[in-house]
């Protein structure tokens, strides 16, 4: 298989050819009040309907010519080789939190013990309540309750955010260090998949930024605009030096890219990504949250001349005219979520109305609930594909958010 199939990244827009999804599975029924803060849900999601919702999102992508893959089919398949299997098994609990010797040696037993490889990944997705180590092993409560909290394992509901853990990036991967340790349990599936996974394995493929490394970056703050201009978010999520790392490695690796632009954009929870107030939707147009621009600082990160240093340069120009500059287009136009009513916007830039996933220029997948900025998108000649959104919403994040694109083709 050519490498241009396997991983290929070079913009926002380019005709979606392969993307990852996770279908939301009993992890969200594994959500209660008391966990949505730390587990950073703001609202419990109704399952059934959430599936129906993601099934409706996938089938959009099938009928454009998509090509869907599941997290959880690639995680199975990679871990067959029961050295691998039991390896990620202890890595998992490791990471787990599991407060004693003997509770860890449990889940280990009952997480080997499921008879195939998908059967366990839902599993260690799901998370695992305390009755069910008891009712497995037949044994007293007392001897694996520590207190009263629920689970021996917590779920990951965010899963199925499946932008925020890894990013393709031209023809490499991002490992992302998650801010949360919730979320950083996610990027583990990532780490095997592309080590294992027989589409990956042995393809020398760059690994751009490493979970190991100590500050944080997620996907959500990495969009590739074009073959040489990268956009990263310094957000909630991401460190700003995690941007000079993962720009050094970029360089140093000799990509086409020449130019990474670093967002610096107000650090609060709903716009926890540059991708929840930014997107790009064609060659020179973009959705953006008004509330973004007067606070929006860019600075241009480039290759220095020597040593890998690099050159960053805070840029004084609007955002209008930095996207001319770097992209090389004659205009730009800027799409303001709500259409710029503060109340139409800030609804909508909640429920994930700049949160576009462009499959081809021009043509975007919405949240249907997102009528205002819809309307101004039809205006903007944008072709839009519309997807149910009532559940899936509730986890704070949209179209972008919910997939993660492994391969596009090249813009012209
Ligand atoms: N790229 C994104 O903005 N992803 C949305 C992530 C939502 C998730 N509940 C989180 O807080 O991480």
Not at 173 to 187: A, C, G, Y
Not at 192 to 212: A, C, L, Q, S, V
Not at 263 to 278: N, W
Request: glycine share 6%; with cysteine; proline share 4%.
């Amino acid at each position: 298989m050519s490498k241009e199939n396997i991983l290929n990244v070079y913009s926002e827009i380019g005709k979606l050819k392969k993307v990852l999804l996770h279908r939301p599975g009993k992890e969200i029924e594994n959500l209660t009040p008391d966990l949505m803060d730390r587990l950073l849900f703001d609202d419990i999601p109704y399952m059934e309907v959430a599936r129906q919702e993601h099934d409706a999102f996938a089938n959009i992508l099938r009928s454009n010519d998509v090509e869907v893959l599941y997290l959880e089919d690639l995680a199975a398949e990679s871990i067959k080789n029961f050295g691998i299997k039991e390896a990620f098994v202890d890595e998992f609990i490791k990471e787990a939190n599991i407060d004693s010797i003997k509770k860890r040696e449990l889940v280990k037993e009952y997480i080997l013990g499921f008879s195939n490889e998908r059967d366990m990944v839902d599993k260690m997705m799901e998370g695992i309540r305390k009755e069910e180590i008891r009712d497995y092993k037949k044994t007293s409560l007392t001897d694996i309750v520590g207190s009263n909290y629920p689970f021996i394992v917590d779920p990951m509901p965010n899963l199925y955010f499946t932008r925020d853990p890894f990013a393709t990036i031209g023809q490499g991967i991002s490992l992302n260090h998650m801010r949360t340790v919730t979320r950083n349990r996610e990027t583990l599936f990532a780490k095997y998949i592309f080590k294992y996974h027989p589409e990956y394995k042995d393809k020398n493929i760059p690994i751009w930024f490493d979970r190991e490394n100590n500050t944080s970056i997620e996907g959500g703050d990495e969009l590739i605009l074009n073959n040489k201009v990268i956009a990263i978010g310094i957000s909630e999520r991401t460190d700003a030096y995690s941007i000079e790392t993962i720009a050094k490695n970029i360089f140093e690796k000799d990509e086409k890219f020449e130019v990474v632009l670093a967002f610096d954009i107000p650090k609060k929870r709903a716009f926890m990504h540059l991708d929840t107030v930014f997107t790009m939707v064609d060659y020179n147009k973009f959705t953006i949250h008004p509330e973004i621009e007067g606070p929006l600082t860019v600075y241009s990160i480039t290759r220095g001349s020597k040593d890998l240093k690099l050159n960053i340069k805070k840029e004084t120009m609007c955002l209008s005219d930095i996207l001319k500059k770097y992209l090389e287009v004659d205009d730009v136009t800027l799409i303001r979520c709500g259409a710029g009513n503060t109340i139409d916007a800030g609804r909508e830039q909640w429920n994930d109305g700049s949160n576009t996933l462009t499959i081809a220029p021009g043509e975007v997948v919405v949240y249907a609930r997102n009528h205002v900025t819809n309307r101004l998108l039809e205006q903007n000649g944008i072709k839009l594909h519309v997807m149910p959104s009532s559940e899936l919403s509730r986890g704070r994040g949209g179209p972008r958010c919910m997939s993660m694109p492994l391969v596009r083709e090249n813009l012209r």
